[in-house]
T-cell receptor, first 115, second 108 residues
């Protein structure tokens, strides 16, 4: 079946512009996560959506970052006024039942380059 | 606050040698730990979880609460084990936090 899909796969933008990254989770997955991976670094948690609960936004690095999710479907991560330090691979993952340790299924990521 | 530490960024071993990838955690609650792996040109995927006490591809990991560790071990490394390995901690809120990863290279 289809896995987690992220678009675009690559995005080059100028400093100061806004970007929107999209994640299509696996159908029926209640949980959705966004992570950031800078070059040579590990996965940095950004935000977590679980069903209709309030999202855990504790990982968002600044107020330039925001994310939305409609129900249990698509999520968009928006970065306003991009900076060069925002350059990274942004990974999305979804999970069926995190409370029962269902594994995370990752997308291929969006590679963002801010020039 | 929770924290996952993988002290080795790079690890190289010869084929057939034992391998151990270290992971230490810090968490005030009851920990649930996982290992994820990313092979070349593939997506990040679950390798194993401590709660299942399973062996996957010859790898095992034991949760040691006294040492707050969850090291990944394999007695005889294979070339196909070369990959990036991430240790992850799940919190009571079902959030998942990752370490910085260890790149394992198995030398033929």
């Amino acid at each position: 079946g289809a896995g987690v899909s992220q678009s675009p796969s690559n995005k080059v933008t100028e400093k100061g512009k806004d970007v929107e990254l999209r994640c299509d989770p696996i159908s029926g997955h209640t949980a959705l996560y966004w992570y950031r991976q800078r070059l040579g670094q590990g996965l940095e948690f950004l935000i977590y959506f679980q069903g209709n609960s309030a999202p855990d936004k504790s990982g968002l690095p600044s107020d330039r970052f925001s994310a939305e999710r409609t129900g249990e479907s698509v999520s968009t991560l928006t970065i306003q006024r991009t900076q060069q330090e925002d350059s990274a691979v942004y990974l999305c993952a979804s999970s069926l039942w995190p409370e029962f340790n269902s594994p995370l299924h990752f997308g291929n990521g969006t590679r963002l380059t801010v020039t | 606050a929770q924290r996952v530490t993988q002290p080795e960024k790079l690890l190289s071993v010869f084929k057939g040698a034992p391998v151990e990838l270290k992971c230490n955690y810090s968490y005030s609650g009851s920990p649930e730990l996982f290992w994820y792996v990313q092979y070349s040109r593939q997506r990040l995927q679950l390798l194993l979880r401590h709660i299942s006490r399973e062996s996957i591809k010859g790898f095992t990991a034991d949760l040691n609460k006294g040492e707050t560790s969850f090291h990944l071990k394999k007695p005889f490394a294979q070339e196909e084990d070369s990959a990036m390995y991430y240790c992850a901690l799940k919190t009571g809120a079902n959030n998942l936090f990752f370490g910085t990863g260890t790149r394992l290279t198995v030398i033929p």
